[in-house]
């Protein structure tokens, strides 16, 4: 992993602003200019969550101090390969990016792109008279990629020899090349569309220059884990927050609502110091029914329990701990944290609690059962959605560091959703809000926030937007409609 401190994050902050741009894309027009400096590289996405993409992109490279530039996206449009310009040095700082990406499966240097692969080509011809495409030294192959349609193998001989045209004097080597040239097909949402196109409608050209990070969800899977619960996070997803909340080396990360530490792990992986707390005795000390199938006992093993599961990963020096805390009654009392990266329960499969506050006679009596030698127990109580997400937020404002980032997921219903019904903090700002999707009726939000402005110090409760979020009462009265 690269060493990022947390003493980068105000600076990672300010060159995003500074640096964040658009550039218009054309198939017709794809001469379009790149600045000095700058080289264009297409990203071959993932499609588990539109709109993502570039949310974690621009993310990580406010966290490397990368200055980059995205093409124009219609909100409307699916996007599934990226045209982004990058410093041109050498590749450094573009693979420096998209080695942290869960959501792109590689990128290439762009030559050429258009609406046909006649356009196509005669891009990567112009793009051939400024650059040697492929050193004559080395050894190239033809790789052919397509989105929505099979690419059958007369297709991409086809390609291959179209291509070939192309002025490269390398030699063609099968199995071990040098140089892999991919041609980019795509043909479109295949379900958007009424009948399969029999041309694509974009084509672009390139040499591979790195893949993203995706092999980290192997690494993570659920089913190889020690310890996994109900409500474990995907691990794709995950590492999604971790990339948002800009887990890295010198940081320190925490999970309010920890469970299994599921989110936890890939902040690890990415280099961060991670702790978390919960209300759930038997979670946290690896107690209490197991949740996996088909097996003998029902009682979780010796090694189902959080600290066993970062051995397992050989994350252990990054795990600092977990409480068991109500995260309505934080303990912390001064700004640790560089990132918040939580999934709070929403109350649909399980609910929130938190302790239920006691009187003076309560107090005493439990007391008094304690010094008896009597076994006491804290009760508690349901803790509203809407409750949750705002003291969440004011937790954020006063316990990250300046810069530190708040990311968590927010149930909403599909059909009534607006951006008005967002929690807000007058110390937060939000930086993204990307949607999934879960059933017709419901959906999440993944909000990612940065820490902008200070509390005032005598101010309990800084006037937030407090919007209703009790989602599932709300699902439930539409279902009985």
Same mark, same amino acid.
């Given at each position: ?309 970062? %051995? =397992? #990963? +050989? $994350? ?6 977990? @409480? ?6 934080? *303990? ?48 508690? %109580? =349901? #803790? +509203? $959605? ?6 969440? @937020? ?6 990250? *560091? ?68 009790? *989602? ?10």
């Amino acid at each position: 992993m690269e060493e990022t401190g947390a003493a980068a994050a105000p600076a990672a902050a300010a060159a995003h602003q500074r640096h964040a741009g658009r550039f218009p894309v054309a198939a017709d027009k794809p001469e379009h200019h790149v600045p000095d400096g700058f080289r264009r590289y297409a990203l071959a996405l993932c499609e588990k969550m539109p709109g993502a993409a570039v949310a974690e992109l621009e993310a990580v490279a406010a966290l490397y101090n990368v200055p980059l530039r995205c093409q124009e996206l219609d909100a409307q449009a699916e996007i599934h390969y990226l045209l982004v310009d990058a410093p041109d040095d050498g590749h450094a700082s573009i693979t420096r990016i998209v080695s942290r990406l869960v959501c792109v499966h590689f990128c290439v240097e762009l030559w050429g792109f258009g609406a046909s692969k006649e356009a196509c080509l005669q891009a990567a011809k112009m793009y051939s008279a400024e650059k040697v495409l492929v050193p004559a030294e080395t050894t190239h192959k033809f790789f052919v990629n397509s989105y929505g349609r099979k690419c059958p193998p007369e297709r991409k001989l086809e390609l291959a020899v179209y291509f070939s045209e192309l002025p490269i004097k390398s030699k063609v080597e099968l199995q071990d090349p040098q140089v892999k040239i991919y041609v980019l097909e795509d043909y479109g949402h295949a379900q958007a569309q009424a009948v399969s196109p029999r041309e694509p409608l974009l084509v672009y050209l390139g040499q591979h220059v790195c893949a993203g990070a995706r092999h980290h969800i192997n690494a993570l899977n659920l089913k190889e884990r020690r310890m996994i619960g109900n409500t474990s996070m995907d691990p794709e997803l995950a590492l999604l927050m971790a990339n948002l909340g800009w887990a890295a080396p010198g940081r320190l990360v925490y999970d309010l609502f920890v469970g299994t530490a599921s989110i936890l792990y890939p902040c690890a992986q990415f280099g961060a110091y991670v702790m978390g707390s919960d209300l759930d005795y038997q979670t946290l000390h690896g107690t209490g029914k197991t949740p996996r199938a088909k097996v003998q006992s029902k009682a979780r093993g010796p090694e189902e329990n959080i600290h066993a599961t970062f %051995e =397992q #990963y +050989g $994350l252990s020096k990054r795990f600092l701990g977990v @409480l068991l805390m109500d995260s309505s009654k934080p *303990v912390w009392h001064q700004q640790l944290f560089d990132a918040i990266i939580t999934d709070p329960p929403y109350g649909i499969r399980e609910g929130a609690k938190k302790i239920t506050t006691r009187t003076p006679e309560q107090k005493a009596a439990s007391l008094k059962r304690a010094e008896e030698g009597q076994t006491t127990f804290m009760s508690s %109580e =349901q #803790y +509203g $959605l809407t409750d949750v997400y705002f003291d969440l @937020l004011e937790f954020a404002a006063r316990r990250l *560091v300046l810069n530190g980032k708040l990311v968590y997921w927010l149930p909403v219903i599909r059909e009534s959703y607006k951006d008005s019904v967002l929690p807000s903090h007058p110390c937060m700002r939000l930086e993204s809000n990307i949607e999934q999707t879960l059933t017709r009726k419901l959906s999440r939000r993944l909000i990612t926030m940065i820490k902008v402005l200070e509390p005032a110090v005598d101010q309990i409760n800084p006037v937030a937007h407090k919007p209703d979020l009790d *989602v599932r009462t709300q699902l439930f009265e539409k279902q009985k409609q």
